[in-house]
């Protein structure tokens, strides 16, 4: 309902689940809380607990660090009442006693846990009777965690004018030149302000973007030569990269590294990049655009 918030603990490779999740809870109303630390167990627990979120979307797979931990893992040593429920019982959980609905994006079912493929709702009134509500511009739609505080929020209205500040003043530039087909390729996470302005900024300007699904740098460099993109959007970690001295990226990857001529960079640049050096760089806050 209007003015709940839910909690949104996915990784890179549910891009698309990501943005169903940011741009349905926009649309109803719904405050979507993210926070920066998704290796850590306790910040989970932080963001549940003081925001008060009545819903928890996540991915369940995803690996922590190198431990033979998952998402799934926090979730069950947070909330140990889940492996006694069954189909259709109410969640009740005694650390969380706001949350009603948690939905995951895996296929292996987890007790207490809806899959994501399962709780869609038609907005067709032919197919259901369910009204979406329609938001208004001072609706928070997003609350950014970082370090146990909150770091920003945004209202509908803030992203929409963020977005806008964006296009002109950066992205539009992808759709000028010999290139301007090419997709813009995005790898910086979708959960930031950043990204999901970029998104915003792109599709209502009808450019087409690509999310690798990993921002490893491996799936980067297989990936980035493949759409041939000239602009690029990516994180300081990214950009900064150095290369082992025992790794070479391929030729494949340097001549794409080439044609990317402009690089948006949520954070700061140590000065030239090694992986972008003949790009036009601009280096954004990525909390606060």
């Known amino acids: 309902m209007q003015g709940d918030k839910i909690v949104s603990f996915v990784d890179e490779a549910s891009s698309a689940e990501s943005l169903v999740l940011q741009m349905g809870a926009a649309k109803a109303g719904v405050t979507v809380v993210c926070f920066h630390e998704k290796e850590s ?78 709780v869609a709702v038609y907005a067709n009134p032919s197919m259901s009777n369910y009204s979406i ?52 390729f995005v790898s910086t996470d979708l959960e930031q302000p950043l990204g999901f302005a970029t998104v915003l900024a792109c599709s209502s300007h009808l450019k087409k973007l690509f999310v690798p699904g990993s921002f490893s740098i491996d799936r980067i460099t297989t990936s980035l030569p493949r759409q041939g993109s000239t602009f690029l959007v990516c994180d300081e970690g990214l950009y900064n990269f150095e290369w082992p001295s025992s790794y070479t990226p391929g030729q494949a990857f340097e001549e794409s590294g080439k044609r990317v001529s402009q690089v948006l960079v949520g954070g700061k640049t140590n000065g030239v ?17």
């Open 273 to 289: 990049s090694k992986l972008f050096h003949h790009s036009r760089a601009y280096s954004v806050d990525p909390y606060s655009l």
């Open 41 to 118: 167990q306790d910040a989970l627990d932080h963001a549940l607990r003081t925001t008060n979120a009545k819903g928890l979307f996540f991915s369940p797979s995803t690996s922590i660090g190198k431990t033979q931990n998952t998402r799934k893992t926090f979730l069950q040593k947070l909330m140990p009442e889940l492996e006694a429920m069954y189909a259709g019982d109410e969640l009740k959980l005694s650390k969380y006693p706001a949350l009603r609905h948690i939905v995951q994006t895996g296929f292996s079912k987890i007790r207490g846990v809806n899959m994501f493929k399962d």
């Open 133 to 184: 509500p329609a938001n208004s511009a001072d609706a928070l739609t997003h609350v950014y965690l970082r370090d146990g505080r909150e770091v920003r929020s945004f209202t509908s209205q803030d992203f929409v004018t963020a977005s806008q500040d964006l296009w002109q003043s950066y992205l539009s530039g992808s759709t000028e030149g010999e290139h301007k087909d090419l997709p813009v």
